[in-house]
């Protein structure tokens, strides 16, 4: 089952918004497979201390974009293959860098500027080397 234990409730942005972005981040990293059970809907909002509905809306929109399967009465699991998985990680790579890019822009940080930034803090998280 896929574990909330680390899931952090943020200021801001809508809730269901970074629930769907935690799944399709740990779909993105390899932490969540295919098949894997997701908790239901009641637990998952006992868990985190939101309203019902607000995981009802999550998991509604990964059921529309094909990333997880639900029936009525049973159980829900993901629905990732390969292609999925691969288009996820374009995805939020994509997404995570882009905003990243419009922060700095609107702070006048110049492209060296970021860029030395990118690698200092890609060496602090431990990476070897930024071309792995």
């Known amino acids: 089952m896929i574990s909330f234990e680390g899931f952090v ?5 809508p809730v269901y918004l970074q629930i769907m972005r935690y ?4 779909i993105a990293a390899g932490a ?4 894997e059970e997701v908790p239901s809907r009641r637990a998952l909002s006992a868990l985190l201390g939101v309203n019902p509905n607000t995981i009802q809306k999550a998991y509604h929109m990964l ?3 094909g990333i997880l399967q639900s029936r009525s ?5 993901t629905n990732v293959d390969r292609d999925t998985i ?5 995805e939020q790579l994509r997404s995570e860098t882009s905003a990243w890019v419009k922060a700095m822009k609107q702070m006048g940080v110049s492209w060296e500027e970021a860029e030395a930034l990118a690698e200092e803090l890609w060496t602090l998280e431990g990476r070897p080397d930024r071309d792995a």
């Open 9 to 13: 409730l943020e200021d801001s942005g």
């Open 23 to 26: 799944i399709r981040q740990g």
């Open 32 to 35: 969540i497979g295919d098949r």
């Open 63 to 65: 059921e529309e974009e």
């Open 73 to 77: 009465g049973a159980k829900s699991y």
């Open 86 to 90: 691969e288009r996820i990680r374009r």
